[in-house]
């Protein structure tokens, strides 16, 4: 299924309660964006998480949807709220909330790209903030919950695997792990978006597939871990950042050599975690 906001990838049958999503890999990029904003398009570019939608690409194949965002982070940002409104961007808004990642330009509509470079050379209109959340993001958000409600439905439970990629800079004063940085940074909000039980399975899951495994630190986890992670209700929400060198060329936003490698490294992940969702489906529906 693919419509303005997202591309959802569905598999024959659901099988498992574990869902995937994409929200930053978006590359369609408006051209009247792209005439407005002062960056070239590879400067927009280097917001996006890139090629992470081809990372997990094999959800379907193992009873999961992915649901992956078709605009790109520098135009609507899918992990941020409706009222995460930048008033340094938006004409016509009022006092910006006491939000950090609007003070940094990292709202729903962003300010500037990764390094602080700015999109715009001054402020775009309330109504076309308006418009971008009402054409792109709630559709995005719309889909993400029936996909979480159904999995409630049928399997008892939701598992949200929200997955993202890291700046390699993003990890210069992480503390080494084994001799080296974490390639990937899970983030649970520090227990409250996921049970211990599901983020200590995937972290072993990243970790037997030959990652160094974080958790929280830098990223702990924003909008759509915060809003979907329910662990009393029956839901649970992880965020997964891969750091963007482990995949692709940061500088020219390619893929590495080694790409096909990699993917199929991330399939097996997808694989080893739907499975692991299917068994707690399982357990759930004897108990």
Known sequence: MTTESFVLSEPQ??????IFASPHSGNAYPADFLEMSVQNPLQLRSSEDAFVDRLFSAAPDHGAPLLAAKLPRAFIDLNRGVNELDPAVIDGMGKAPNNPRVASGLGVIPRVVSNGRPIYNGKIPLAEAHRRISRYWRPYHDRLQLLVDQSRNRFGESILIDCHSMPREALENVPVIRGRRPDVVLG??????????VTDYVA?????????VARNMPF???????TYGRPPRGQHAIQVEIDRSVYMDEDRIEPRDDFDQIHETISNVVKEVA????????RLAAE
Request: charged share 15%; glycine share 10%; aromatic share 12%.
């Open 13 to 18: 049958v659901r099988s498992t309660p574990v």
């Open 188 to 197: 649970d909000r520090f227990g409250a978006s996921a049970s211990p039980e």
């Open 204 to 212: 072993q899951v990243f970790a037997d597939a030959g990652f160094n």
């Open 220 to 226: 702990a986890g924003a909008y759509v871990v915060q």
């Open 275 to 282: 499975l692991f969702g299917a068994a707690r489906a399982q």
